[in-house]
């Protein structure tokens, strides 16, 4: 990952390199030099993490056999239904509000809030149902030939089989997407960006096949979201940015970050008294998977939900560390981390609106709705669901800060210094 010794003239720019064995200046070149004992720390301690991540991987890892217990226990329709997909033929407009104090007198109704549709597979390919949709679909630019789907329940004894409304169907617009998206990094970021998407669709498999399944299985949230966000990291971190010190110093970073979070995220959600049952999910939970604590999925949540930005946070910091002493070798220790302390002011704050913004975007129709109620603005803040997004976006943002300074030190540590400067 990195050879130790003396190197001449230029720095370790992508993979902590450095050869050449000169013991003085020519041509007037300063000469750095590695401290070795730094980076032995430094890769010491995450060779350390990567053992214990797949310690933890081994030992969390969910019997399968309670994972699909787990799986279908919740009944989601009547046995025998199916969901069927089906083509629009015709859509009616929604309803006209009934006016309570003229209930005769809003207006026709006859029809209205339907879609006739046409089965498209399964049993009852080719039957033309009309089904109940709600206002806001009868109103969302449901078209002809769009495909919606459908929920089919069998004919009882004697009875034809009924149709109603489930949803629309939106793989062709999300594949549409997806397939802009890996076009647009692609063709921007080039070898790197598809890098980025491999370690994308890691990151996906692991949430899918480890965390949600021990999760669900009752293994403590806490230790699963670190050792997923571990995992992660070191995957992603590593096969995005190449393996370097660089590289390293920004994972050294993001780990002592996602533990900030984890530690903070605990102790404000247990201080908050937040039980994390605000919605009909939680009360599932609680319901079908008893030996979860919603509390520590909570933490959890908090600690993923990071992984992200603070992968940013720290990957640019280490960046800037050692492009500051590729552009001034002679520079001193202290004054290199003063200079990469000023870029991550701006990082900062930059960093602290984003992940507010991005917490408050996904509450906006949660704010709507309860600053409808008739309480003032305080009160409602302190409600659970305010409150679970308060701690969230605030615990979030305390841990991306501090990773700051910490990333910052670690590269400052761990990049060339120059020969002869009052900490060589």
């Known amino acids: 990952m990195s050879c130790v010794g003396s190197h001449r003239a230029a720095p370790d720019r992508g993979h902590g390199h450095g050869h050449g064995h000169g013991h003085g200046h020519t041509g ?118 769009d495909r919606i789907q459908l929920l089919r329940t069998p004919a009882a004894e004697g009875q034809d089989p009924t149709y109603g409304y489930f949803g629309i169907s939106r793989a062709t617009p999300l594949w549409l997407v997806a397939g802009v998206f890996v076009l647009v ?24 096949f480890f965390a949600i399944p021990a ?36 994972l050294g970073g993001t780990l002592v970050g996602m533990a900030l979070i984890a530690g903070i995220s605990w102790w404000a959600i ?23 604590r919603l509390q520590d999925l909570l933490v959890a949540a908090v600690v993923i939900a990071g992984l992200g930005i603070l992968n940013d946070v720290t990957i640019t910091q280490a960046s800037a560390v050692w492009e500051l002493r590729a552009a001034s070798p002679a520079m001193s220790r202290a004054r290199l981390f003063t200079s990469g302390m000023r870029i991550g002011r701006d990082h900062i704050a930059s960093t602290i609106y984003t992940i507010v913004f991005a917490y408050a975007g996904t509450a906006l129709t949660l704010l709507l709705a ?25 615990t979030g943002s305390i841990g991306l800060v501090l990773a700051v300074p910490a990333t910052t030190a670690v590269a ?9 400067s009052l900490d060589a």
């Open 270 to 292: 247990g201080a908050a008294h937040l039980t994390g049952v605000v919605d009909q999910s939680g009360q599932a939970l609680t319901t079908f998977a008893p030996d979860l």
């Open 185 to 208: 990094v692609l063709v921007v970021a080039r070898w790197r960006g598809l890098m980025a998407i491999v370690g994308l669709g890691f990151a996906v498999l692991v949430v899918g």
């Open 412 to 420: 400052v540590l761990t990049v060339p210094g120059p020969r002869g």
């Open 215 to 250: 999760l669900i299985t009752g293994e403590q949230p806490i230790a699963v979201a670190l050792v997923t966000g571990a995992l992660i990291m070191f995957v992603v971190l590593y096969t995005t940015h190449g393996f370097s010190m660089r590289t390293s110093a920004a």
């Open 28 to 145: 007037g070149d300063v000469e750095l030099h590695l401290d070795p004992v730094p980076r032995a720390v430094l890769l010491v301690a995450l060779a350390a993490v990567a053992l214990v991540t797949l310690a933890g991987l081994a030992w969390l890892w969910p019997d399968g056999e309670a994972a699909d217990e787990l799986h279908g226990s919740v009944q989601f329709a009547a046995d025998g239904a199916t969901f069927p997909e089906a083509v629009v033929d015709r859509v009616r407009p929604a309803c006209p509000p009934i006016d309570p104090s003229d209930p005769g007198g809003s207006g026709d109704r006859t029809g209205c809030g339907t879609v006739t549709a046409t089965v498209a597979e399964g049993t009852g390919d080719g039957e033309q149902v009309t089904v109940d949709v709600p206002p806001e679909v009868a109103t969302s630019g449901l078209a002809k030939g």
């Open 370 to 394: 309860v600053s409808l109620y008739d309480r003032s603005w305080w009160e409602l803040l302190t409600t659970e669901e305010i409150a679970e997004e308060i701690v969230r976006a605030l």
